[in-house]
């Protein structure tokens, strides 16, 4: 079955510093992974996705994932943390067809000055 | 490029009351998602629309919440009758393409419908 889970609910850095946040995933086929930003009362906004191409992948406002399949893992990263990557991130997993999409209970992000 | 609409933003409700969801997707998507989304979690997709076709609905409870597109454009998503445990954001989304695997492809999502069941 397909699962996708997020290592910590919430994650403190202080502006500047490097952004990680965690997913680990299990899928018992090739699988097509997703970040998501949700900012307060907003929808979701894609930030990168992973669709079997290239494992480093770039995305948006300066961050960037890796798959590595040994390690079941799609870390989200991003060198320099700012103010307004304030946000709720949600990693998904898909498969198959369509947009049969599980994601993961999200990590909120803060960022202290 | 207008985003896609939902109305209300905010719905308070008794339980056993009805409620329906209003949304208006990007012009010309043909593919439209509707999420539940309960607090501390991440969205559970409901239903799937390919134009005013049913492509998913596995997650649909389909007892008490029921959808429709009928003209393949905008949709609404109808609790009836409402239970606590629907209290939620509700997510609309929509997408130029059913496959949302290739490059190309990205779901675009409205701001959500909030709903207090009490």
């Known amino acids: 079955a397909q699962s996708v889970t997020q290592l910590g609910s919430h994650v403190s850095v202080s502006e500047g510093a490097l952004v990680l946040l965690r997913c680990n995933y299990s899928s018992s086929v090739p699988p097509y992974l997703f970040w998501y930003v949700q900012y307060p009362n907003q929808g979701l906004q894609l930030l990168l996705k992973?669709?079997?191409?290239?494992?480093l992948v770039k995305g948006i406002n300066g961050f960037e994932a890796e798959f590595k399949k040994s390690e079941t893992s799609f870390h989200l990263t991003k060198p320099s943390a700012h103010m307004s990557d304030a946000a709720e991130y949600f990693c998904?997993?898909?498969f198959g067809g369509g947009f049969k999409t599980i994601f993961g209970a999200g990590t909120r992000l803060f960022v202290k000055a | 490029e207008a985003g896609v609409a939902q109305s209300p933003r905010y719905k308070i409700i008794e339980k056993r009351q009805s409620v329906a969801f209003w949304c208006n997707p990007i012009s010309g998507h043909a593919t439209l998602y509707w999420y539940q989304q309960i607090l501390g979690q991440g969205p559970k997709l409901l239903i799937q629309f390919q134009n005013n076709g049913v492509v998913d609905d596995s997650q649909l409870p389909k007892d008490r919440f029921s959808a429709e597109r009928l003209k393949g454009v905008d949709s609404t998503l109808k609790i009836q009758p409402a239970k606590l445990e629907d209290s939620a954001v509700y997510l609309c989304?929509?997408?130029?393409?059913?496959?949302?695997?290739?490059?190309?492809?990205?779901?675009?999502f409205g701001q959500g419908t909030r709903l207090t069941v009490v």
């Open positions: 989304a929509s997408s130029s393409e059913a496959d949302l695997l290739t490059d190309e492809a990205e779901a675009f």
């Open positions: 992973y669709t079997s191409a290239a494992t």
């Open positions: 998904a997993v898909s």
